[in-house]
C-alpha cells in the first residue's frame, strides 16, 4: 500500500474512475484528501471519453511520423540492402549510410546515453510529453482505444454493452475489436521482427508458408506482447511497469511544464447554471463536471494535484477547455504550466541552472559523437605472427617470418587495398636504418576486398641475414585504400631473428 501527500489524513470514500456523477460543490478539504493505491487490487477498467481539441490533434499530428517510421523503414533500401537492418547473425548494424559493427559498440552506448539525456533535457523543460506524445505505450495504446471506440461506440456506449448480458451483437463487436486488434498487433510484431531478418524475405516466406520457426517465433512473441500492453494492461505499464514514471520527478524543477489545476481559481467547485453570476454563488470556476477526468487514459483527477500517473498528455486540458468556453469563462483552468507561475505568477523561465547543465551536457555529447562518427575508419586490420616457429632461415641467407593478415572493410563500398610494411621504433616512428633496406614483403601487395567482408591471407617477411641489426624489430602493417587514402590502418608486429653477437 502506497500512502502519499498526508499520513496522517482520513483516507477518502472510494472514488469510481467512471463515474460522471456531477454530485454536490466539493470543498478544498476535499481536494487534499489523500490517495491510497493498493497494488493488490483488481485494476478497474478505464473508459475514456473522446473530445476534440488542440492536444488531441497535436497527439494525432505527433503519431503519424512515428507510426510511419516504424512501419515503413524496413522496407527502405539503400544499394540493394535494407536500409536499417539489425543482422545478429553477421553482428552488423546497418543503419542507413552506416554498418555498425561489433567493434563500433561504443557508438551504440553513446547513442544510448544521448536518448537519455535528450529525455532528461525534454522532461526539465516540458515534463512527461514523451510519455504522453510519443511513447509507444501511448501510441499503441491510443490506436487500441480508437479501434475500440470504432466498433463499441464512445465511453458510455462501452460502459453500457459490457455491462449488458452476451448477445450477438455484443460477441460481434468484441470479435471485431479482437480481430483488429491481433491483426495490428501481427503487423507490429512482424515489422519488428523485420528489423533483424529482411522484411522482403520474412513476409515473402510468410506468405508461402516457409518462415523459420525462429521468425515465427519472434513475431507471435511480440505480437502477444503488442496484444497485452495496448489491449490489456494499457495504463497499468505506465503506473507499475515503467521506470520512468518513477524518477521523472527527480528531472523536475518549479519551472518545468506540467498539467496542472490552478486552484485559486477553479475552487470551490460545483455545478451552476449557465448564465448564473459567478459572484452570487461563491463558487470558483470548476463546474465539477467532472470531464478532465473521463478523458483522462490514467482515470486521474488532476484537480488532486500533480500525481506521478499524469503522462502530460493534455486531454483534460481540452475537455476542460471545452467547458469553459461553454460557460464564456476564460479557458486555462487546466492548462501547462509551471509550479513557479502558479505560485508566484512569474512567466515560464528558459534560463535556469538545471536546464542550461543538460543542454551543455547534450551538446558536448552530440559534438563529440558526430566527430567520433565522422573520423571513424571503417577498416580494420588484425595481424598474428606464426607462433609454431621464430623465424625460418632460407637456403638464401635470408632470416623470415610468417603472419596471417586479417582485414575487414567495415564500408559500404569495396575497396582495393594496397599493403606495405615498414620498420619502427615503439612509438611508431619509421626506424630504417641508412645502411640495412627495408624488409622484404612477399605476399599480396593490392588485394580487393568486398563491403562488410573480411579476409584473411598469409603474407611474409625477409631480411638478409647480414643485415639483421637487431633480434626483435618492431615492425608495421599498412593497410591503405587506393581509391579513398583517408581510409588507411596500421598495426604493429615483431620481426624476429636470431641473436648475434656482431649486432
Ligand atoms: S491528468 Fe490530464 S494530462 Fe495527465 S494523464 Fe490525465 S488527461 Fe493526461
Ligand atoms: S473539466 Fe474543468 S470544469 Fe469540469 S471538472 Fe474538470 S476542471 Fe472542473
Redesign the pocket.
Known amino acids: 500500500m502506497n500512502k502519499r501527500d498526508n499520513k496522517d489524513a482520513e483516507p477518502p470514500p472510494a472514488r469510481d474512475k467512471n463515474s460522471s456523477d456531477k454530485g454536490g460543490a466539493k470543498t478544498a478539504e476535499h481536494n487534499e484528501a489523500i490517495h491510497v493505491l493498493n497494488l493488490y487490487q483488481t485494476a478497474e477498467k478505464i473508459y475514456t471519453r473522446r473530445l476534440e481539441g488542440f492536444y488531441r490533434s497535436l497527439r494525432r499530428w505527433a503519431w503519424i511520423p512515428m507510426l510511419a517510421g516504424y512501419f515503413l523503414i524496413p522496407w527502405l533500401s539503400i544499394d540493394g540492402r535494407q536500409a536499417v537492418w539489425f543482422d545478429l547473425a553477421e553482428r552488423k548494424f546497418h543503419i542507413f549510410w552506416i554498418t555498425l559493427w561489433p567493434q563500433d559498440l561504443p557508438f551504440l552506448a553513446a547513442l544510448l546515453i544521448i536518448s537519455a539525456f535528450a529525455l532528461f533535457t525534454i522532461t526539465n523543460l516540458l515534463g512527461r510529453v514523451w510519455c504522453?506524445f510519443s511513447c509507444p505505450q501511448t501510441v499503441w495504446t491510443g490506436i487500441f482505444i480508437a479501434i475500440e471506440d470504432w466498433f463499441e461506440g464512445d465511453r458510455n456506449k462501452r460502459i453500457k454493452l459490457d455491462a449488458q448480458p452476451w448477445s450477438v451483437d455484443k460477441i460481434a463487436r468484441k470479435s471485431a475489436v479482437q480481430l483488429c486488434w491481433v491483426s495490428f498487433s501481427f503487423i507490429t510484431g512482424l515489422t519488428f521482427v523485420g528489423y533483424f531478418n529482411p522484411i522482403r524475405e520474412l513476409v515473402s516466406d510468410l506468405f508461402y508458408l516457409s518462415i523459420s520457426g525462429a521468425a515465427l517465433f519472434w513475431t507471435l512473441l511480440f505480437t502477444a506482447l503488442t496484444w497485452a500492453n495496448a489491449g490489456l494492461m494499457r495504463e497499468q505499464i505506465c503506473l507499475y511497469v515503467c521506470p520512468y514514471a518513477r524518477f521523472q520527478s527527480v528531472m523536475f524543477d518549479s519551472d518545468t511544464l506540467i498539467?496542472s489545476y490552478n486552484q485559486n481559481r477553479g475552487e470551490v467547485r460545483g455545478p451552476r447554471k449557465a448564465n448564473q453570476d459567478i459572484r452570487e454563488t461563491g463558487l470558483g470556476d470548476c463546474v465539477d463536471c467532472t470531464l478532465?477526468v473521463q478523458?483522462?487514459?490514467?482515470g486521474?483527477?488532476?484537480r488532486d494535484g500533480l500525481?506521478y500517473?499524469?503522462?502530460?498528455?493534455?486531454?483534460?486540458?481540452d475537455?476542460c477547455n471545452a467547458v469553459m468556453e461553454k460557460m464564456h469563462y476564460p479557458p486555462g483552468l487546466?492548462d501547462f504550466t509551471t509550479e513557479n507561475t502558479l505560485k508566484n505568477g512569474v512567466g515560464f523561465r528558459w534560463l535556469r541552472p538545471r536546464l542550461v547543465g543538460y543542454f551543455s551536457v547534450l551538446a558536448l555529447l552530440c559534438s563529440l559523437f558526430v566527430y567520433q562518427l565522422s573520423v571513424r575508419i571503417p577498416l580494420e586490420i588484425d595481424i598474428i605472427r606464426d607462433r609454431s616457429m621464430l623465424y625460418r632461415a632460407t637456403p638464401e641467407g635470408m632470416i623470415e617470418n610468417s603472419y596471417q593478415l586479417k582485414i575487414n572493410n567495415m564500408d559500404q563500398q569495396t575497396h582495393q587495398y594496397s599493403i606495405s610494411v615498414r620498420p619502427v621504433v615503439e612509438d611508431g616512428a619509421d626506424n630504417t636504418s641508412e645502411k640495412t633496406e627495408p624488409f622484404i614483403y612477399l605476399g599480396q601487395s593490392q588485394v580487393e576486398v568486398a563491403e562488410g567482408e573480411v579476409i584473411e591471407m598469409l603474407v611474409r617477411l625477409q631480411i638478409p641475414e647480414q643485415q639483421i641489426e637487431q633480434s626483435n624489430t618492431a615492425v608495421e602493417f599498412i593497410v591503405v585504400s587506393t581509391t579513398t587514402p583517408t581510409v588507411k590502418n596500421t598495426e604493429i608486429s615483431r620481426f624476429l631473428a636470431p641473436a648475434r653477437a656482431a649486432y
Do not use: K
Open positions: 504522453g498539467v478532465c478523458v483522462c487514459p490514467t486521474i483527477d488532476i500525481q500517473e499524469c503522462i502530460s498528455c493534455g486531454l483534460c486540458i475537455a487546466i
